[in-house]
């Protein structure tokens, strides 16, 4: 069983919680009780978890697996990638794994410091996580002719023979139920702001928005979507916002949203007075904006915990061809939504 000191830390609480909640006395929620309890639930399964070394790799049993995890360039959202950071770092430490952070920049050149793990022998991988993966990625397709197994957060990917393990968010779903919220709030001219065809979020998220507005009978304009940064997308929809023809929009990410937003402040566009906004992401950002953010908020912690174990569970399991595990998210409902002026 993990002690009180590292179910708190993976629970992000305080030990007096911890102790409150594994004693099932009172001074807690119920719902503060559970995450408790759920968090020491996966670090005593994570414990309990035995894994064999391929021989290829390790000499024995007792030596720690390497995992190298690729992640992109840039950053749009540090607290973000942070949490998923957290959940690796907590999995690993259960399960005594050893992490190489490593950058996976797009056209990557064959010099590049990266490839030295793929290349060398004494530096390969036991396993490799890639954040933020885009429909193509040559070092996936690398590693999986090796043999190398693998744990994507993204796509449907299916590069070389055999099909990749993949941690997903189940984004359709989530972005249906974010357009149909503003919907219900009387919106019937809702524009979708920002991002890249590239990634498999931006697909899914605008799929849903679309999705939502065909199951209430509004019939998307084309001009109401622009991609791109969020600046950018957000000069594209000022005439339109200021004319009162949108009255609601669905940022593709918090990182957008935070790019986009001022240019709308400068514009004159009130939030939510002329315009609802909501967003993907909850981070300090869509908090404490003024006025908080409407959002979906996803779990990164958890993904990033069972990236990993999934991982180690392929290394163990060579018989597994491929696990994909499906995360929900949350809507969160905030005062930057609310019904357009005609419908008050």
Request: glycine letters at 6%; proline letters at 5%; one cysteine or more.
């Amino acid at each position: 069983m993990p002690s009180v000191s590292q179910i708190a830390k993976h629970a992000n609480v305080s030990k007096s919680t911890v102790s409150l909640a594994l004693n099932d006395k009172p001074g807690i929620s119920s719902k503060m009780r559970q995450h408790v309890l759920s968090v020491a639930e996966e670090l005593n399964s994570a414990e309990k978890l035995t894994y064999s070394v391929p021989q290829n790799h390790k000499n024995n049993g007792a030596t720690p697996l390497t995992v190298m995890v690729l992640h992109p360039t840039i950053l749009h959202s540090s607290h973000i990638f942070g949490e998923f950071l957290r959940g690796i770092e907590a999995c690993a430490s259960a399960l005594n794994v050893q992490l190489r952070i490593a950058i996976n920049a797009p056209d990557m050149a064959q010099n590049h410091a990266t490839r030295l793990y793929l290349s060398q022998a004494s530096l390969l991988p036991d396993g490799v996580l890639m954040i933020g993966a885009r429909r193509q990625e040559p070092l996936i397709d690398e590693a999986n002719a090796m043999g190398i197994p693998c744990v994507l957060m993204g796509w449907d990917y299916h590069g070389g023979e055999s099909p990749i393990n993949l941690i997903r968010r189940d984004e359709i779903a989530m972005a249906r139920e974010a357009t149909s919220y503003l919907v219900s709030l009387g919106h019937r001219a809702i524009a979708f702001l920002g991002g890249d065809m590239d990634y498999l979020f931006t697909t899914d998220r605008l799929a849903g928005y679309r999705a939502a507005l065909a199951e209430h009978g509004i019939a998307a304009k084309a001009e109401w979507v622009a991609l791109g940064g969020g600046k950018g997308a957000a000069e594209v929809m000022v005439g339109r916002i200021k004319s009162a023809e949108i009255t609601a929009a669905v940022f593709v990410n918090e990182a957008y949203a935070k790019d986009g937003l001022p240019i709308l402040r400068a514009a004159g566009c009130a939030i939510p007075d002329q315009l609802s906004v909501l967003c993907f992401d909850d981070t300090t950002f869509t908090k404490n904006y003024d006025p908080p953010l409407t959002t979906v908020r996803y779990h990164q912690f958890e993904e990033g915990y069972w990236m990993l174990k999934t991982l180690v569970e392929q290394i163990q399991q060579p018989l597994l061809k491929s696990t994909q595990i499906t995360f929900h998210g949350t809507l969160v409902k905030r005062d930057s939504c609310k019904p357009p002026k005609e419908s008050l």
